[in-house]
T-cell receptor
C-alpha cells in the first residue's frame, strides 16, 4: 500500500535558523513526489515536483531533494513569512491519485 | 486571472440536511478532484473526474455525491448519510498530462454541523 509519512509534525525555528523537513514514502514505482505549502484556511500552493532519485529543485530559501525512500525540504535562513504547513504527496505508477502526508507545521519566529 | 473558485467559504449543515459545495475552474483543465482535510491528517480523496459526465470514487466517497455536467464545474453534495461532515473541503484540478499531475487548489470550504 502506498504511504507517506512526514516528520516532524511541528517545527519551531528562529528567523535565520536553517533546518530540514522529512517526507518518507513507500510507493510501487514512483511517478512523482510533490511538495505543497498551505497557509491557514487556504488551499495548498504547489512548490516542487521531483521525479527521480538524486534530483534537486530550489526556490528562494527552499530546496527539495529526493532519494529512493525519502525527500527533504531544506529551508535556509527562514523568515517569518515562511511559516506555514508543508505537505508532501506521492504518485505511484499503479494509481492515478496522489497520496498525501499529514504535513509539517512550520513556525518561524522573528 | 485563471484559477479555481470555491464557494461558500463557510457552510453550516443541520442534521438530516444535504448541502452542496461549489467548485468552478477557468484553467481549461480536464481533471477535477475533491479532497477532505481534517486537523492533523493528510488530504483524503473523495471523488475525482477525468472527463465531463464521468467520475470515480476516491477513498472516502460514502455519504458524498458529485456531478460533472460541464468541464468547468464539479459540485460536491454532502448528504445526510455523512455522519461526520465537519471538515475543510478542497477542490483541485489538473491538466492530466502523462508526466505531471501537479494540482491547482481552490481556497477551500469549511463545513460545520449545527
Amino acid at each position: 500500500e502506498d504511504q507517506v509519512t512526514q516528520s516532524p509534525e511541528a517545527l519551531r525555528l528562529q528567523e535565520g535558523e536553517s533546518s530540514s523537513l522529512n517526507c518518507s514514502y513507500t510507493v510501487s514505482g514512483l511517478r512523482g513526489l510533490f511538495w505543497y505549502r498551505q497557509d491557514p484556511g487556504k488551499g495548498p500552493e504547489f512548490l516542487f515536483t521531483l521525479y527521480s532519485a538524486g534530483e534537486e529543485k530550489e526556490k528562494e530559501r527552499l530546496k527539495a531533494t529526493l532519494t529512493k525512500k525519502e525527500s527533504f525540504l531544506h529551508i535556509t535562513a527562514p523568515k517569518p513569512e515562511d511559516s506555514a504547513t508543508y505537505l508532501c504527496a506521492v504518485q505511484g505508477r499503479s494509481s492515478y491519485k496522489l497520496i498525501f502526508g499529514s504535513g509539517t507545521r512550520l513556525l518561524v519566529r522573528p | 486571472d485563471g484559477g479555481i473558485t470555491q464557494s461558500p467559504k463557510y457552510l453550516f449543515r443541520k442534521e438530516g440536511q444535504n448541502v452542496t459545495l461549489s467548485c468552478e475552474q477557468n484553467l481549461n483543465h480536464d481533471a477535477m478532484y475533491w479532497y477532505r482535510q481534517d486537523p492533523g491528517q493528510g488530504l483524503r480523496l473523495i471523488y475525482y473526474s477525468q472527463i465531463v459526465n464521468d467520475f470515480q470514487k476516491g477513498d472516502i466517497a460514502e455519504g458524498y455525491s458529485v456531478s460533472r455536467e460541464k468541464k468547468e464545474s464539479f459540485p460536491l453534495t454532502v448528504t445526510s448519510a455523512q455522519k461526520n461532515p465537519t471538515a475543510f473541503y478542497l477542490c483541485a484540478s489538473s491538466i492530466m498530462s502523462a508526466t505531471n499531475e501537479k494540482l491547482f487548489f481552490g481556497s477551500g470550504t469549511q463545513l460545520s454541523v449545527l
